[in-house]
């Protein structure tokens, strides 16, 4: 059985710190991941997805890579601002389309 | 804002009652998820439609849980009896089929008093 795990379960940094989001995962046979952003109380926002065959994925200040052999993925963020303040999941793609999820990382970027 | 549409936004009940939720996904998305979310933990898939038929409904706790999709567009999910730890967000999730990324509504958050 798949199981995610995010490393650390919560984060504060200052503003203009760049934030490491970590996740790992025990089945390497995946077809992609995927980074959500959660805000409190609300749904989840994709932000970037990696196919299974690519080692990276950017979108402006983000940045995720995939280490699929070693059962690991890291989510940058450049140069945080207040409003990167959520909670990041990662989750992992398998047969079927059906996503698991890791625990979450709830980050605080002090002004 | 999240284009899939859920309703109620927050639903609260006490134990033993029958609560609903609804959820209407992106127009011509066939596949349908509803996913239950703990406070502090990710979510959990509880079942999949594609069209009207589930496809996995193996996490879900059929002897209180159900779950439709008649006309293969939106859904409902149904628990009867509520018990003190169902309270959780629900979310439900669309994708145009089995093979493309999921997009989530802004999910139903149950308290069970």
């Known amino acids: 059985k798949q199981e995610v795990t995010q490393i650390p379960a919560a984060l504060s940094v200052p503003e203009g710190e760049n934030l490491v989001l970590n996740c790992s995962f025990t089945?390497?046979?995946?077809?992609?991941l995927q980074w959500f952003r959660q805000d409190p109380g609300k749904g989840l926002t994709s932000l970037l997805l990696i196919q299974s065959s690519q080692r990276e994925q950017t979108s402006g200040r983000l940045n995720a890579s995939l280490d699929k052999s070693s059962g690991r993925s890291t989510l940058y963020i450049a140069a945080s601002q207040p409003g990167d303040s959520a909670t990041y999941l990662c989750?992992?793609?398998?047969?079927?389309?059906?996503?698991?999820f890791g625990g979450g990382t709830r980050v605080l970027v002090k002004p | 804002e999240a284009e899939v549409a859920q309703s109620p936004r927050y639903k609260i009940t006490e134990k033993s009652q029958a609560v609903a939720f609804w959820c209407d996904p992106i127009s011509g998305h066939a596949t349908l998820y509803w996913y239950r979310q703990i406070l502090g933990q990710g979510p959990e898939l509880l079942v999949q439609f594609q069209d009207e038929s589930v496809v996995d409904d193996s996490q879900l706790p059929k002897d209180r849980f159900s779950a439709e999709r008649l006309k293969g567009v939106d859904s409902t999910l149904k628990i009867q009896p509520a018990e003190l730890g169902d309270s959780a967000m629900y979310l439900c999730?669309?994708?145009?089929?089995?093979?493309?990324?999921?997009?989530f509504g802004d999910g139903t958050r149950l308290s069970i008093l």
């Open positions: 999730a669309s994708s145009s089929n089995s093979n493309q990324p999921q997009h």
């Open positions: 089945d390497s046979a995946i077809y992609n």
């Open positions: 989750a992992v793609v398998a047969a079927g389309n059906k996503l698991t």
